[in-house]
T-cell receptor, first 110, second 111 residues
Protein backbone atom coordinates (compact mmCIF):
# COMPACT_ATOMS: atom_id res chain seq x y z
CA UNK A 1 0.00 0.00 0.00
CA UNK A 2 1.20 3.49 -0.80
CA UNK A 3 1.07 6.01 1.95
CA UNK A 4 2.53 7.79 4.91
CA UNK A 5 3.17 5.77 8.05
CA UNK A 6 3.64 7.41 11.42
CA UNK A 7 4.65 5.57 14.55
CA UNK A 8 3.95 5.22 17.34
CA UNK A 9 0.30 6.31 17.30
CA UNK A 10 0.34 6.98 21.03
CA UNK A 11 3.36 7.83 23.14
CA UNK A 12 3.78 8.75 26.77
CA UNK A 13 6.87 10.50 27.98
CA UNK A 14 8.20 11.63 31.30
CA UNK A 15 9.37 15.20 31.60
CA UNK A 16 13.01 15.59 30.62
CA UNK A 17 13.06 12.73 28.13
CA UNK A 18 13.68 13.03 24.42
CA UNK A 19 11.39 11.08 22.12
CA UNK A 20 11.54 10.40 18.38
CA UNK A 21 8.47 10.15 16.17
CA UNK A 22 8.84 8.17 12.98
CA UNK A 23 7.48 9.17 9.58
CA UNK A 24 7.97 6.93 6.55
CA UNK A 25 6.52 7.34 3.06
CA UNK A 26 6.58 5.14 -0.03
CA UNK A 27 5.01 7.70 -2.34
CA UNK A 28 8.35 8.88 -3.76
CA UNK A 29 7.49 12.46 -2.77
CA UNK A 30 10.36 14.88 -2.31
CA UNK A 31 8.87 17.26 0.25
CA UNK A 32 7.95 16.25 3.79
CA UNK A 33 6.54 18.27 6.66
CA UNK A 34 5.91 18.06 10.39
CA UNK A 35 2.98 19.89 11.94
CA UNK A 36 1.77 20.14 15.50
CA UNK A 37 -1.90 20.42 16.51
CA UNK A 38 -3.17 21.45 19.95
CA UNK A 39 -6.83 21.06 20.99
CA UNK A 40 -9.03 23.62 19.26
CA UNK A 41 -6.09 24.92 17.28
CA UNK A 42 -5.02 24.81 13.69
CA UNK A 43 -1.89 23.08 12.51
CA UNK A 44 1.43 24.79 13.07
CA UNK A 45 4.54 24.01 11.03
CA UNK A 46 7.54 22.63 12.93
CA UNK A 47 10.02 21.63 10.20
CA UNK A 48 9.99 20.82 6.52
CA UNK A 49 12.35 19.23 4.03
CA UNK A 50 12.41 19.57 0.26
CA UNK A 51 15.27 17.16 -0.45
CA UNK A 52 17.49 14.63 1.28
CA UNK A 53 20.02 16.10 3.72
CA UNK A 54 18.29 19.47 3.75
CA UNK A 55 15.56 20.85 6.01
CA UNK A 56 14.24 24.20 7.21
CA UNK A 57 12.68 25.46 10.41
CA UNK A 58 9.00 26.23 10.45
CA UNK A 59 7.13 28.58 12.75
CA UNK A 60 7.63 26.61 15.99
CA UNK A 61 10.94 24.72 15.60
CA UNK A 62 12.30 25.47 19.08
CA UNK A 63 12.70 22.29 21.13
CA UNK A 64 12.49 20.01 18.08
CA UNK A 65 15.03 18.44 15.73
CA UNK A 66 14.77 16.49 12.49
CA UNK A 67 16.91 14.58 10.01
CA UNK A 68 16.45 13.63 6.37
CA UNK A 69 19.00 10.96 5.56
CA UNK A 70 16.69 9.10 3.19
CA UNK A 71 13.96 10.30 0.87
CA UNK A 72 11.48 7.96 2.51
CA UNK A 73 12.09 8.99 6.11
CA UNK A 74 11.71 12.22 8.09
CA UNK A 75 11.88 11.52 11.85
CA UNK A 76 11.07 14.20 14.41
CA UNK A 77 12.75 14.34 17.82
CA UNK A 78 10.93 16.15 20.60
CA UNK A 79 13.65 17.23 22.99
CA UNK A 80 13.51 18.06 26.67
CA UNK A 81 13.87 21.70 25.66
CA UNK A 82 10.33 21.69 24.29
CA UNK A 83 8.37 23.27 27.13
CA UNK A 84 4.91 22.01 26.25
CA UNK A 85 5.25 18.89 24.10
CA UNK A 86 1.84 17.31 24.70
CA UNK A 87 0.13 17.52 21.28
CA UNK A 88 -0.96 15.67 18.16
CA UNK A 89 1.91 15.47 15.65
CA UNK A 90 1.23 15.13 11.96
CA UNK A 91 3.63 14.23 9.18
CA UNK A 92 2.74 15.16 5.61
CA UNK A 93 4.02 14.99 2.06
CA UNK A 94 3.17 17.09 -0.97
CA UNK A 95 1.97 15.96 -4.36
CA UNK A 96 1.11 18.50 -7.08
CA UNK A 97 0.88 21.21 -4.46
CA UNK A 98 -1.55 19.28 -2.26
CA UNK A 99 -0.65 18.21 1.27
CA UNK A 100 -1.46 14.69 2.46
CA UNK A 101 -1.16 13.54 6.06
CA UNK A 102 -0.21 10.43 7.91
CA UNK A 103 -2.44 9.18 10.72
CA UNK A 104 -0.62 11.17 13.36
CA UNK A 105 1.17 10.49 16.64
CA UNK A 106 -0.33 11.63 19.91
CA UNK A 107 2.32 12.51 22.50
CA UNK A 108 1.44 12.94 26.15
CA UNK A 109 3.94 14.15 28.73
CA UNK A 110 3.28 12.75 32.19
CA UNK B 1 2.68 36.85 9.41
CA UNK B 2 0.20 34.94 7.28
CA UNK B 3 -3.16 34.47 8.94
CA UNK B 4 -6.17 32.34 8.13
CA UNK B 5 -9.35 33.06 10.05
CA UNK B 6 -12.33 30.80 10.59
CA UNK B 7 -15.31 30.93 12.92
CA UNK B 8 -14.66 28.12 15.42
CA UNK B 9 -18.36 27.28 15.81
CA UNK B 10 -19.96 24.99 16.58
CA UNK B 11 -22.09 25.43 13.49
CA UNK B 12 -25.25 23.38 13.80
CA UNK B 13 -27.16 22.48 10.62
CA UNK B 14 -30.20 20.21 10.17
CA UNK B 15 -29.74 17.05 8.14
CA UNK B 16 -30.48 17.67 4.47
CA UNK B 17 -29.77 21.40 4.64
CA UNK B 18 -26.82 23.33 3.18
CA UNK B 19 -23.86 23.91 5.47
CA UNK B 20 -21.83 27.04 4.69
CA UNK B 21 -18.29 27.37 6.03
CA UNK B 22 -16.25 30.53 5.62
CA UNK B 23 -12.59 31.50 5.74
CA UNK B 24 -10.60 34.71 5.23
CA UNK B 25 -6.87 35.03 4.70
CA UNK B 26 -4.42 37.87 5.10
CA UNK B 27 -1.73 37.25 2.48
CA UNK B 28 -2.78 38.77 -0.83
CA UNK B 29 -0.24 36.72 -2.82
CA UNK B 30 -1.79 33.41 -1.71
CA UNK B 31 -2.30 31.17 -4.70
CA UNK B 32 -3.82 27.89 -3.56
CA UNK B 33 -6.67 27.17 -1.19
CA UNK B 34 -7.75 23.97 0.46
CA UNK B 35 -10.46 22.53 2.66
CA UNK B 36 -9.68 19.63 4.96
CA UNK B 37 -12.12 17.57 7.01
CA UNK B 38 -10.92 16.26 10.37
CA UNK B 39 -12.87 13.79 12.47
CA UNK B 40 -12.19 13.76 16.19
CA UNK B 41 -8.90 12.05 16.97
CA UNK B 42 -8.02 11.57 13.29
CA UNK B 43 -5.72 13.33 10.85
CA UNK B 44 -7.01 15.89 8.33
CA UNK B 45 -8.30 14.63 4.99
CA UNK B 46 -8.22 16.81 1.87
CA UNK B 47 -11.70 17.28 0.43
CA UNK B 48 -11.40 20.28 -1.89
CA UNK B 49 -8.76 22.43 -3.52
CA UNK B 50 -9.36 25.64 -5.48
CA UNK B 51 -6.90 27.84 -7.33
CA UNK B 52 -8.89 30.42 -9.31
CA UNK B 53 -11.77 32.76 -8.61
CA UNK B 54 -15.24 31.32 -8.82
CA UNK B 55 -16.84 28.04 -7.86
CA UNK B 56 -15.58 24.49 -7.98
CA UNK B 57 -17.99 21.63 -7.44
CA UNK B 58 -17.26 18.03 -6.43
CA UNK B 59 -20.29 15.96 -5.55
CA UNK B 60 -22.07 17.55 -2.60
CA UNK B 61 -19.19 19.96 -2.00
CA UNK B 62 -18.68 23.38 -3.61
CA UNK B 63 -15.67 25.56 -2.91
CA UNK B 64 -15.90 29.28 -3.67
CA UNK B 65 -12.96 31.67 -4.00
CA UNK B 66 -12.93 35.46 -4.14
CA UNK B 67 -9.34 36.69 -4.21
CA UNK B 68 -10.32 40.36 -4.26
CA UNK B 69 -12.11 39.91 -0.94
CA UNK B 70 -9.55 37.36 0.31
CA UNK B 71 -12.36 34.99 1.05
CA UNK B 72 -12.91 31.29 0.49
CA UNK B 73 -15.92 29.22 1.43
CA UNK B 74 -17.15 25.65 1.40
CA UNK B 75 -20.76 24.65 0.84
CA UNK B 76 -21.99 21.18 1.71
CA UNK B 77 -25.33 20.32 0.15
CA UNK B 78 -27.72 17.70 1.50
CA UNK B 79 -25.77 17.58 4.77
CA UNK B 80 -25.45 14.16 6.37
CA UNK B 81 -24.64 13.23 10.00
CA UNK B 82 -21.36 11.79 8.66
CA UNK B 83 -20.39 15.34 7.64
CA UNK B 84 -20.12 16.25 11.32
CA UNK B 85 -16.44 17.09 11.78
CA UNK B 86 -14.02 20.00 12.04
CA UNK B 87 -13.30 21.69 8.71
CA UNK B 88 -9.89 23.30 8.30
CA UNK B 89 -9.21 26.00 5.75
CA UNK B 90 -5.62 26.13 4.46
CA UNK B 91 -3.78 28.54 2.22
CA UNK B 92 -0.52 28.27 0.26
CA UNK B 93 1.55 31.17 -0.94
CA UNK B 94 3.47 29.33 -3.61
CA UNK B 95 6.59 28.85 -1.52
CA UNK B 96 8.06 25.64 -0.17
CA UNK B 97 6.91 26.13 3.40
CA UNK B 98 3.68 24.20 3.18
CA UNK B 99 0.26 25.52 4.12
CA UNK B 100 -1.04 27.98 6.68
CA UNK B 101 -4.08 26.60 8.47
CA UNK B 102 -7.04 28.19 10.19
CA UNK B 103 -8.16 26.85 13.55
CA UNK B 104 -11.12 25.09 11.99
CA UNK B 105 -14.90 25.22 12.20
CA UNK B 106 -16.69 22.52 14.15
CA UNK B 107 -19.73 21.44 12.14
CA UNK B 108 -22.58 19.45 13.67
CA UNK B 109 -25.28 17.95 11.44
CA UNK B 110 -28.41 17.33 13.45
CA UNK B 111 -30.43 14.24 12.41
Amino acid sequence: DGGITQSPKYLFRKEGQNVTLSCEQNLNHDAMYWYRQDPGQGLRLIYYSQIVNDFQKGDIAEGYSVSREKKESFPLTVTSAQKNPTAFYLCATVSVGELFFGEGSRLTVL
Amino acid sequence: QKEVEQNSGPLSVPEGAIASLNCTYSDRVSQSFFWYRQYSGKSPELIMSIYSNGDKEDGRFTAQLNKASQYVSLLIRDSQPSDSATYLCAVAGGGADGLTFGKGTHLIIQP
